[in-house]
């Protein structure tokens, strides 16, 4: 059963619900502070400044790990995954300029992204889902959430490893200690979006960083439908580091 805020009488309804126990025995907020986050958000700008700067990690950030770094320059670029239409895993995904979707239900909250048909479930607590097994991992990880002054909290783990988990463009992974915690809030009608990134493995202290999306009229312009062969082209241009090496098989359509 789904439940939409923006709809008057049913905020009113949920705004009367007193606090519910989850099933770890934390107390989760009261439905009146449940912000109403539904609807198509447009790509996200840094709030310390203009663009997406604040969502890079670059190469020779001095959060990275020496593992990190001995990671980024041993990998050959040929091998990135995003040649084969592979998505950018969160939070890399979010210095991808395309509107995303989110859908509040009453157990779960949908997020739908406009580039390489990417959805995420976050399970809300409190509602008796069933949790991965011990040995299951995933490449967008295992999503929880709740409502907690007036934001939507977010708690993502069990990633699988990503060779561009923290970012694709200078050869930075992520690995299965990686946690992502979003945090959505709203200012007027902007949806705010707070980042932070642990990986222990790979970064040195969490990253964080914050963002300021503005409400999107159009729909997402979707299935996206990755192009193969267009993802590859530049692969004509990028030689191999490695050249005596075996060469990389790509898998067909």
Known sequence: MKFRISNFSAFIVLASITLVTTRDGNAQSTAGEIPDISG?????????????RCMLLEEDDELLTERAKAYRDAIDEVAQPKYDCAPMSIPHMWTDPYSHQIEQMEDRVIFTYGKDDVVRTVWLDGHNHAKPAINEFFYFGYSTGHYEDGALVVETTRFTFDPQGLNADFKLPSSTQKKVTERYTKDGDELILEVT?????????????????????????LPWNCDLDGSRQILKLLPTSYPNDPGIVRLEE
Do not use: H, Y
């Open 40 to 52: 198509v958000w447009q790509w996200g700008q840094c709030v310390d400044g203009p663009g997406f």
């Open 197 to 221: 990134t642990v990986d222990t493995f790979f970064l040195r202290e969490p990253w964080t960083f914050k963002t300021r999306s503005q409400s999107d009229p159009e729909p997402l312009a």
